[in-house]
């Protein structure tokens, strides 16, 4: 379904006659209703920008605490519902009392002109290191109000700046589990761990110093899944060090501290050729972040008896519905056209296409992290523009089983 709105401008300058015109196509990820005024309202608090020094939240007395240790596949992105929220309700299904704990709360925030990329949050005075994460978004305006959001994720994280973090952060927030679901990016960038047999080795240190600062510590650890292709012998580096994790958590596992795998790669629905968990070919679409709620709530049921049935994946999933980008403006300037638009709450990115007039063919400018475009001049002198703005619906699943 696609939803179009077109906007007209004209105007003279000192260049040559052209005819342009730009569709700015938004993928989406995010659930709004009809009347989503009245969920802006009344979930100000979960879609706002949120502190980087947040008070601590108190644990419920009685309630299980766990922190999800993670990378931009746990943190999320700005609109999103994550899979952390998805885990939560099927908590409250299975009358688990469960409360998140960790130092940040929001989601990774849309990109903002000379903000993102260049100025990350400073480390909070007064706690433990974080490692520099920006986590000031919010999150699906249907959210529950209830819903508790702390977490110890961030976009970009790697597995090697871990060990020196999780000792101090076990031992401020006291969680009873870690769920932790790392290595892609190792895996992938190499950063400091080359293969995966460094990746593990880090692993195990990761577990080690949460230990040495609780040692009864539980934890359900992922694997890591696969994606769409982008090189060619990640699958293969992915799959080596999911078997060598596979055969280590038996060793790593003890009865005081036991460790659970979580089969993320099994139940997460992306392989070279198709990625529907993914909205990117990596990161979760609304199914995804159910599959991987329910991969590590199979973990919780089977190592650890907690709740008596594992998450069921809803067999239709709803499409993430969007608006149409309001403020669109185009102005001429020195160098080009400068093409500005209102910021859409929940855009992954913007898809901007142009042609010439009398070409057949669009060019695609992909993946633009901002609400804005600019389109060098041509010489002459005249120039006719045309803007239309079409966002992109996606996100709804049929899910088969």
């Given at each position: 379904m696609m939803i179009s709105r077109l906007l007209r401008w004209r105007s003279i300058a000192t260049k040559t006659a052209l005819f342009i015109a730009t569709v700015v196509v938004l993928r989406l990820a995010f659930t709004r209703a009809a009347n989503h005024s009245h969920f802006l309202s009344q979930n100000a608090a979960l879609i706002k920008s949120y502190p980087s020094v947040p008070a601590d939240i108190k644990v419920r007395?009685?309630?299980?605490s766990m922190m999800v240790v993670g990378d931009s596949l746990s943190q999320g992105f700005e609109g999103d519902h994550t899979w952390r929220y998805r885990l939560w309700e099927w908590f409250n299904s299975q009358r688990l009392a469960v409360d998140f704990v960790g130092p940040f709360m929001g989601t990774r925030p849309q990109a903002v002109?000379?903000?993102?990329?260049?100025?990350?949050?400073?480390?909070?005075?007064?706690?433990?290191?974080?490692?520099?994460?920006?986590?000031?978004?919010?999150?699906?305006?249907?959210?529950?109000?209830?819903?508790?959001p702390r977490h110890f994720s961030a976009a970009g994280r790697a597995i090697w700046n871990v060990p020196e973090l999780i000792s101090a952060m076990?031992?401020?927030?006291?969680?009873?589990?870690?769920?932790?679901?790392?290595g892609y990016n190792d895996l992938a960038w190499h950063f400091q761990t080359k293969d995966g047999n460094e990746v593990l080795s880090t692993m195990e240190e990761v577990l080690m110093q949460a230990r040495a600062a609780k040692p009864n510590l539980k934890f359900a650890i992922g694997d890591v899944p696969q994606r769409m292709p982008i090189f060619e012998d990640l699958p293969n580096r992915t799959d080596y060090y999911n078997k060598l994790l596979s055969e280590a958590i038996p060793?790593?596992?003890?009865?005081?501290?036991?460790?659970e795998l979580v089969h993320m790669r099994e139940l997460y629905r992306c392989e070279n050729d198709k990625c529907p968990a993914a909205f990117d070919g990596l990161h979760p679409s609304a199914l995804g972040e159910y599959q991987i709620a329910q991969a590590f709530s199979r973990a919780?049921?089977?190592g650890f008896t907690l709740g008596a049935t594992e998450l069921a994946v809803p067999a239709y999933i709803p499409p993430r519905p969007s608006s149409i980008p309001r403020n669109l403006r185009a102005v001429a300037g020195l160098d080009g056209i400068n093409v500005t638009w209102s910021a859409v709450y929940g855009a992954k990115e913007y898809e901007v296409q142009s042609r010439l007039v009398g070409e057949q063919n669009w060019t695609l400018w992909p993946s633009i992290q901002e609400s804005r475009f600019h389109?060098?001049?041509?010489?002459?002198?005249?120039v006719e523009m045309e803007y239309k703005t079409t966002p992109e619906i996606s996100g709804g699943h049929v899910h088969h089983t």
């Open positions: 007395p009685g309630a299980i002109p000379g903000t993102i990329g260049e100025v990350t949050i400073p480390e909070p005075l007064g706690l433990p290191p974080t490692g520099s994460a920006i986590t000031t978004g919010g999150y699906a305006v249907d959210i529950g109000l209830d819903f508790n076990v031992k401020r927030y006291d969680p009873d589990y870690l769920l932790v679901l790392l060793r790593w596992s003890t009865e005081t501290s036991p460790v919780l049921v089977r389109t060098p001049w041509v010489n002459g002198k005249l």
